[in-house]
């Protein structure tokens, strides 16, 4: 795959003007949008199909480029010891640090309130119904299990099924690895310059991204105005409040204990966070993160493997809300929660936070299904909750990134397949350029 190298010194005098920059065009396309959204929110809703391109265009490239870094990552390991010890590391961290989210989420909620004293009047909430999943059994153990295998090669690729495409993956780097390597290496070369291409696919969206940006926030405004908001104003500020407090507490001491500054970490990805708030999606950056964490000091192998999977088995952000809008609903419907039933929500949601990544709709979709499996939360209240869900989204998604990002770090670290002089090349060039990094 492509290599993207620090260099210090010249890159400073020749860093581009702010305004150049994407993070600072990105930053500049939410003001907008958030201008045009309040003052014609007619016209913002229309606005909403530069966002849907620029999704569109990110998404043809998701899948081929999971593909080919898990599969050229599993043949540069040169062996499955290797393979099987950062995915083994990589699982248990994410079944860790998802029950802590989900329990820091569940105690945020009762700390906070969430719900208490507004009263169900779903009536007068003219929401657009939440979207269910499709077939009933889509989050049972077997269903999602089931889920898990394609039920051939390209189907998983034209449905953006991203739990599939790693199976896929998986068996496919594994094919590669049995072979003889005269065999192998003619065709780790063409996946190679195929990724090369697909990096540059990538960087060429890109440029779209502030257009995309605000189109997402001015149809957000627009479609949502200010009446729902201030209704559910606890809920979205303590939803707000709660992930940065996850991120600064709970994955600031995950980084602590391996030694990663976590402030640091946080503006070696800035940009990619501005995408994020902007677009509200993480699968937008998913790309750039594949490129961009081997410059940090993570092997391309590792990056590769551990990431992909993490959107998928490691959803901080969307632990969160799943388990405070667990608390929201029982609160604003009057439905008491003792502990022992919370224990037994969190144990749904942990099986059912795993399939955000495969099912289209994405974290509001697996919340309805949590909230219809447990049997006792008014599936009534999810109009109210989705009014609200455009704004809401923007911290999980953000929250998932962060998270998978530090997951990928730590992963790195325990395999021993982390560059520590590498990291501090590249945060010599952050110094040196007075916080700009390589461009990708």
């Known amino acids: 795959m492509s290599s993207v190298s620090v260099t210090s010194g010249p890159t400073a005098a020749a860093r581009k003007p702010i305004w150049q920059g994407l993070g600072f065009q990105i930053i500049l396309a939410m003001v ?11 016209v913002a809703v229309q606005l909403k199909i530069l966002g849907d391109i620029f999704l569109r265009l990110i998404k043809t490239a998701v899948a081929p480029l999971v593909f080919l870094c898990v599969a050229v990552g599993i043949v540069s390991a040169g062996d499955f010891k290797r393979i099987g010890k950062v995915g083994l590391v990589a699982m248990l961290y994410f079944e860790i ?22 009263a169900p009047e779903t009536g007068a909430v003219h929401a657009a119904k939440p979207p269910m999943p ?8 077997l269903g999602f299990i089931l889920n898990v295998f394609p039920d051939n090669f390209v189907g998983a690729f034209a449905r953006g099924e991203l739990l599939q495409v790693l199976v896929v993956a998986i068996i496919f780097g594994a094919a590669l690895l049995r072979m003889k390597s005269e065999k192998r290496e003619p065709v780790e070369r063409g996946l190679n310059r195929i990724s090369d291409v697909l990096f540059e696919f990538i960087h060429i969206i890109m440029m779209l991204a502030p257009i995309g940006t605000f189109g997402a926030v001015a149809y957000a405004v627009g479609s949502s105005g200010t009446a729902v908001l201030l209704s559910l104003i606890q809920l979205v500020l303590s939803f707000y409040a709660a992930v940065v407090l996850f991120i600064v507490l709970v994955l600031g001491t995950v980084c602590a204990l391996f030694r990663v500054n976590l402030f640091q970490f946080l503006r070696f990805i800035r940009e990619e966070i501005y995408i994020v708030l902007g677009t509200a999606s993480s699968e937008s950056v998913l790309p750039r993160l594949l490129e961009k964490l081997p410059i940090y000091g993570v092997s391309k192998q590792t990056a590769g493997l551990v990431l992909p999977t993490g959107y998928a088995f490691n959803l901080d952000g969307t632990s969160i809300y799943m388990s405070m809008g667990v608390i929201f609903l029982a609160n604003a419907y009057g439905v008491p929660l003792d502990i022992g039933q919370q224990l037994g929500i969190l144990g749904i949601m942990l099986l059912t936070s795993k399939g955000a990544a495969t099912v289209s709709g994405g974290s509001f979709v697996v919340f309805a299904a949590t909230v219809t499996a447990t049997g006792i939360l008014p599936v009534e209240g999810l109009a109210i909750l989705f009014g609200v869900y455009r704004f809401m989204s923007i911290a999980v998604a953000t929250t998932n990134v962060i998270g998978n990002s530090i997951a990928t770090v730590v992963t790195a670290k325990i395999c021993g397949e982390f560059d520590a002089e590498q990291s501090r090349r590249a945060y010599a060039q952050m110094r040196d350029g007075k916080g700009e990094l390589p461009t990708l």
């Open 97 to 118: 640090v998802s029950t802590l989210a989900l329990a820091f989420g569940l105690l945020a909620g009762n700390l906070l309130g969430v719900g208490h004293g507004m």
């Open 32 to 42: 907008l949008g958030v201008a045009v959204g309040f003052l014609f929110p007619s």
């Open 134 to 141: 499709a077939g009933g059994d889509a989050h049972t153990t």
